[in-house]
């Protein structure tokens, strides 16, 4: 019983230490010890306080090819891009520590929110890859929904407004998640509050590729040059490529032709004409 018990203490104190020791997922796939796959989630398959859009809304299966165990993490504030480009590229809002025996594979479900809202939400059979980063306010905006664990609807528009500037409505928290959910994207714009979608009409978008880490800020002007609005106040963006969206509501502005212009470090690179 003894010898048992000391085998038992060992295989705990084993398991502990791999744990403790987890490599990212990008590291894994970098040396080779790993395959895995990743993908949308469809009907029964969602958990009950899932959804498509957030939740457990997603499935991994991860292969191990090494002799040893592993423990693979997959954090929260990570970007998984889907290789249909018709469907949102997911953030992942949960750090999830996925221990695979040597030579094994494991399936498990991954905590994550959309963060393209003129998108498809995933489903199955659509596949995604594992992406960088996200920019400092959707990563603290990640760490802020794992640390609540508010993987909900809220959490999910919070995620829009950042990524896409799709305005929120005025909201009264009702618990402490949501006043710090609420501040985090009030800061973020500098703003009030952030609006619904309702009157909104009109949709600008911009992609951008950014060589440097960089003051990327979106403006509308009118047809004589003068700033109107602020879409996307200045804030910095690292290297790589880069999507915004937001949507115009028409009783903001008198008739007229408008220009959106997205600028980096203080230059105009980009420019979205329209007409209300």
């Known amino acids: 019983m003894k010898k048992f018990l000391l085998m038992i203490t060992a295989l705990f104190f084993s398991s502990l ?155 009264k928290a009702k618990n402490q998640a949501e006043r710090e959910i609420f501040g985090h994207v009030q800061n973020t714009f500098k703003s009030k509050n952030v609006d619904t979608y309702n009157g909104m009409t009109l949709k600008i978008g911009f992609e951008i590729q950014l060589q440097k880490t960089s003051e990327v800020s979106i403006k509308i002007f009118d047809e004589f040059g003068k700033c109107l609005k602020t879409l996307r106040p200045s804030a910095s963006y690292t290297q790589g490529n880069h999507d915004f969206e937001f949507w115009i509501r028409e009783t903001d502005f008198i008739p007229g032709k408008y220009k959106a212009v997205l600028f980096v470090d203080g230059r105009s690179v980009n420019k979205q004409d329209f007409e209300l």
């Open 17 to 171: 230490s791999v744990l403790s020791q987890a490599i990212s997922l990008e590291e894994a796939i970098k040396r080779n010890i790993i395959t895995y796959s990743i993908e949308g989630l469809s009907g029964d398959d969602i958990p009950q306080g899932s959804s498509s859009h957030y939740g457990k809304c997603l499935t991994t299966t991860i292969r191990n090819h090494s002799a040893s165990a592993v423990a693979i993490k997959i954090e929260s504030g990570r970007f998984l891009q889907p290789q249909d480009t018709n469907v949102q590229r997911m953030l992942i809002t949960k750090t999830s520590i996925i221990r695979i025996e040597p030579k094994k594979s494991t399936t498990q479900k991954l905590y994550a929110m959309c963060s393209q809202s003129s998108k498809a939400s995933p489903s199955k059979n659509n596949r995604f890859k594992n992406g960088k980063l996200a920019d400092a306010p959707l990563l603290k905006l990640a760490k802020i929904i794992e640390k609540n664990n508010y993987h909900n609807s809220t959490g999910q528009d919070a995620v829009w407004a950042i990524a896409n500037g799709k305005d929120m409505g005025y909201k």
